[in-house]
Nanobody, 118 residues
Framework: QVQVVESGGGLVQPGGSLRLSCAAS????????LGWYRQALGKHFEFLAS???????NYADSAKGRFTISRDNAKNMGYLQMNSLKAEDTAVYYC????????????WGQGTQVIVSS
């Protein structure tokens, strides 16, 4: 069973930055599309960004210009750099490994809490 663990969340002031990490116990990590999502209290689950195995990037409008997704396939790690954080970015952030395009399955972490507050 593939394990996905997010880390790097915490309390940050408005305008600050955080870098979330996603560690995966999957040797075929490079074959998966890496995705980041979030869910704020009382709100819908929201797609933020993805990076395919080939490096194709997709960003939600809410993430464009402030968030940057990246990955280090040699370390089986994914990242989400978040800058210029706002109070409305407060949410639980989740990482997904999506291998459904090649029957590799879909795996999620438990989430990491981000609180943006002064």
């Amino acid at each position: 069973q593939v394990q996905v663990v997010e880390s790097g969340g915490g309390l940050v002031q408005p305008g600050g930055s955080l870098r979330l990490s996603c560690a995966a116990s999957e040797s075929r990590f490079s074959l998966y599309t890496l995705g980041w999502y979030r869910q704020a209290l009382g709100k819908h689950f929201e797609f933020l960004a993805s990076m395919s195995s080939g490096g194709t990037l997709n960003y939600a409008d809410s993430a464009k210009g402030r968030f940057t997704i990246s990955r280090d396939n040699a370390k089986n790690m994914g990242y989400l750099q978040m800058n210029s954080l706002k109070a409305e970015d407060t949410a639980v952030y989740y990482c997904e490994l999506d291998g459904t395009a090649w029957s590799g399955g879909s795996y999620w972490g438990q989430g990491t809490q981000v609180i943006v507050s002064s």
